[in-house]
């Protein structure tokens, strides 16, 4: 899906969830390259999915989370409340 359909489809708190999660990109991820965007239909949350596997995700408008999944914890997500704390785990696994 290219952006503008994406955002055209976003309304009212998925629209402030996509823009805090650009805002979070833009001020903790910035040097990073976007790999995917969309929403999750089962969770509601909007997702920016990075190159270097650290998905920011939002939901209803809510503050983002940074979540990482865990391939040798059979793919379990952890969450993390900054990219800085994110990205030490990711360079963990």
């Given at each position: 899906m290219d952006l503008l359909d994406f955002v055209n489809k976003?309304?009212?708190s998925d629209l402030a969830?996509?823009?805090i999660c650009l805002e979070a990109l833009n001020n903790e991820?910035?040097?990073q390259m976007i790999e995917d965007i969309g929403i999750n239909d089962g969770?509601?949350?909007v997702y920016i999915a990075l190159?270097?596997?650290i998905i920011i995700n939002s939901s209803f408008g809510q503050r983002v989370t940074?979540?990482?999944m865990d391939h040798k914890d059979d793919d379990q997500e952890?969450?993390?409340d900054n990219y800085y704390?994110?990205?030490n785990y990711l360079n963990t696994l």
């Open positions: 976003l309304r009212s969830s996509f823009i991820a910035n040097n969770s509601g949350a190159e270097n596997g940074f979540t990482v952890k969450d993390f704390l994110a990205e």
